[in-house]
Nanobody
Framework: QVQLVESGGGLVQAGGSLKLSCTASGRTFTGYTMGWFRQAPGKERVFVGAISWSDGRTYYPDSGKGRFTISRDNAKNLVYLQMDSLKPEDTAVYYC???????????????????WGQGTQVTVSS
């Protein structure tokens, strides 16, 4: 059974950094796409970025380029989301997700993903 567990969330001041981790277990993730999404209260879930488990290629929305970086450690079954220059509007619950599909432009849609973590809260104070 696939399980995704996020960690590393917390409270940070504007301009600060946080690094979230997603521990993936339950199968071999070769060929999978691992995505990060966030959801603020009362708002829709938003795509933050994704990474190919196999070759490390990444895909980001234009809004996230430059401040957010996704990486993975295949040996440890970990996916990371490094967030820099955080803003109060980055406050949200951040979710890790896994998709059977290869990384492409469709990776920005939450419906592409088959497995989800429980989320971790990130709060950015002004």
């Amino acid at each position: 059974q696939v399980q995704l567990v996020e960690s590393g969330g917390g409270l940070v001041q504007a301009g600060g950094s946080l690094k979230l981790s997603c521990t993936a277990s339950g199968r071999t993730f070769t060929g999978y796409t691992m995505g990060w999404f966030r959801q603020a209260p009362g708002k829709e879930r938003v795509f933050v970025g994704a990474i190919s488990w196999s070759d490390g290629r990444t895909y980001y929305p234009d809004s996230g380029k430059g401040r957010f970086t996704i990486s993975r450690d295949n040996a440890k079954n970990l996916v990371y989301l490094q967030m820099d220059s955080l803003k109060p509007e980055d406050t949200a619950v951040y979710y890790c997700a896994a998709s059977h599909a290869a990384l492409d432009s469709g990776s920005r849609y939450s419906t592409t993903y088959h497995y989800w973590g429980q989320g971790t809260q990130v709060t950015v104070s002004s």
